[in-house]
């Protein structure tokens, strides 16, 4: 409210002259808690905005811009209960079973038993005061009870075209598809290419994102480095033709199997683990287990990791962040630059 009764630019998109009177900020709440519980008039007045950019020509969603923020919970951090909580349940399922499917097809192997899909559980604290609220513990930020505000913003001058609440535990990438499928069928818009922080840069975001046409880049963050004396997934190299893995030493890592997972399993060979020990780089290799030199990964390249390494091709570095950086609109910076493109 105190934005309200300082700041012309509020003001005037409210309609009110300057020795207007605020209303009382309980006019929002109760009406929150009341009257617009359960309902859609929230979302409803905030498409109305969008579609009043679109229609000036002040969006014209071939660019889309996407990061999270956290918002502090009204909560104390000492106080909360230890549950057992469903993990966040990933929105491409669904795809990544028929994918599996196909796939196993394609070799020869018989389809896995049908057998429902059920988010993991893990211990978490939830918060007595606010429960909808989500324990962040990331690097780099502040630990307690959070929102993430997952907001979307249109290239052309910032406009924000959606944005979405969770709990802070949910990570950014389980809502991003559908809140972009929103946005293209709900505004008609034709996205051509987005930008997503490095969070987005999962294997099922990019596939989604090609099987839609749609470039992505994301930001670039360094990969873990392996425990000693084993080597990276990257210095194997793929060959299409074989269906496998090439080592540094020239052995072929032919696939094996595809499990419920989506996760492909290649091995230097059919034959017993007491064969493959003579390979001078088996003990090297990322593996399952200690007894067989077997290594785990999606990778064919039609697959969820070949997909997320072309998308990783277009990642940008950080000296492109910085080249970019006073040009490329941002979620955080959005609205000090839409409200003057807006009331222009």
Known sequence: ?????????????????????????????????????????AQDIFDAIVEQAIAR???DGTVLYTDSTHLKANANKGKYDVEMLHKSRADYWADLDRAIEAERTAHGQRPLKEKARAPGTRQTKVSRTDPDSGYMV?????????????????????IITDTHVTPANVHDSIVYLKRLDRQRHRF??????????????????????????????TGYRNPTPPKDGMMRKSTFVYEPDADGYRCPEGQLLSYAT????????????????????FW?????????????????????????????????????????????????????????????????
């Open 258 to 277: 595809t499990d419920r997972n989506g996760t492909g399993t290649i091995a230097r060979t059919r034959q017993s683990a007491k064969a493959a020990r």
């Open 280 to 344: 001078p780089l088996a003990r090297q290799m990322p593996r399952q287990s200690e007894r067989s030199p077997v290594m785990s990964g999606r990778m064919h390249a039609t697959g969820p990791t070949a997909i997320a390494r072309r998308s990783g091709a277009r990642r940008s570095t950080n000296g492109e962040r910085r080249r970019w950086s006073a040009r490329l609109p941002t979620p955080s910076n959005c609205m000090a630059t839409a409200m003057p493109a807006f009331a222009a």
């Open 188 to 217: 008609d818009l034709n996205v051509g290419a987005v930008g997503l922080d490095a969070g987005y840069a999962t294997a099922g975001i990019a596939r989604g994102l090609e099987e839609r046409a749609i470039l992505g880049v």
């Open 138 to 158: 990331r690097d780099g930020k502040p630990k307690g009870f959070f929102y993430l505000d997952h907001r979307t913003v249109d290239g052309r001058h910032a």
């Open 57 to 59: 020509g002040l969006v």
């Open 1 to 41: 409210m105190r934005e309200i009764e300082v700041n012309v630019a509020y003001r005037w998109f409210l309609r009110m002259k300057l020795t207007d009177a605020v209303f009382d900020a309980s006019t929002l709440s109760q009406n929150r808690r009341r009257r617009f519980n359960d309902t859609s008039v």
